[in-house]
């Protein structure tokens, strides 16, 4: 398809576990972010990618998460020692430079 | 300052009616401000957004209407439908030297028949 793509759609893991998401973005979208969204919440900010250099990371909560991309394409968000806090949708969004982002469905984490 | 407010947190209007969101910001240097759309299972869609050169935006029953000086912008649909119902989000943009979206906490709308 042509839009954002996110795998898994969702993911169980059990407390201490590291997990992998994955996200697709848009063909030609230089610009890649992740956000993630706690139960009721709105969107918390964690990274951006500008082709494959990450200029923000302010938003990663603790030193447990790392995100990175490769070809100026797919990028990988991992989060190692998963804690049952770490539970929320975690959504990626990519787009061209200064232009509208465009969200995937987003990755369903539960750590029990 | 990055904080971008919105209410109500929940909205229920009646088929037909109009559903009105506001969202207030802080940090006069934001100059996009798009509003999102989601559906439960889905991500966010755009919807409609303004810069604020302009004092409102229309698209189909969709309208932004913003206030610059009181750092304010709300969401208007018109003749809402039960298709409508979904959860709302403000967002705001500006060159900071990171290209991040800071969000409102979102609307949940309940159009009832």
């Known amino acids: 398809g042509a839009g954002v793509s996110q795998s898994p759609s969702n993911k169980v893991t059990e407390k201490g576990k590291d997990v992998e998401l994955r996200c697709d973005p848009i063909s030609g979208h230089t610009a890649l972010y992740w956000y993630r969204q706690s139960l009721g919440q709105g969107l918390e900010f964690l990274i951006y990618?500008?082709?494959?250099?990450?200029?923000?990371k302010s938003g990663l909560p603790s030193d447990r998460f790392s995100a990175e991309r490769t070809g100026g394409s797919v990028s990988t968000l991992t989060i190692q020692r998963t804690q049952q806090e770490d539970s929320a949708v975690y959504l990626c969004?990519?787009?061209?430079?200064?232009?509208?982002?465009?969200f995937g469905d987003g990755t369903r984490l539960s750590i029990l | 300052q990055q904080q971008v407010k919105q209410s109500p947190q929940s909205l229920i209007v009646q088929k037909g009616g109009i559903s009105i969101i506001n969202c207030a910001y802080e940090n006069t240097a934001f100059d996009y401000f798009p509003w999102y759309q989601q559906f439960p299972g889905k991500g966010p869609a755009l919807l409609i957004a303004i810069r604020p050169d302009v004092s409102e935006k229309k698209e189909g029953r969709f309208t932004i209407s913003f206030n610059k000086s009181a750092k304010q912008f709300s969401l208007h649909i018109m003749d809402s439908q039960p298709g409508d119902s979904a959860t709302y989000f403000c967002?705001?943009?500006?060159?900071?030297?990171?290209?991040?979206?800071?969000f409102g906490t979102g609307t949940r709308l309940t159009i009832i028949p």
């Open positions: 990618f500008q082709g494959n250099s990450a200029p923000d």
């Open positions: 969004a990519s787009s061209l430079s200064n232009q509208p982002q465009h």
């Open positions: 967002a705001a943009w500006g060159d900071f030297g990171n290209e991040k979206l800071t």
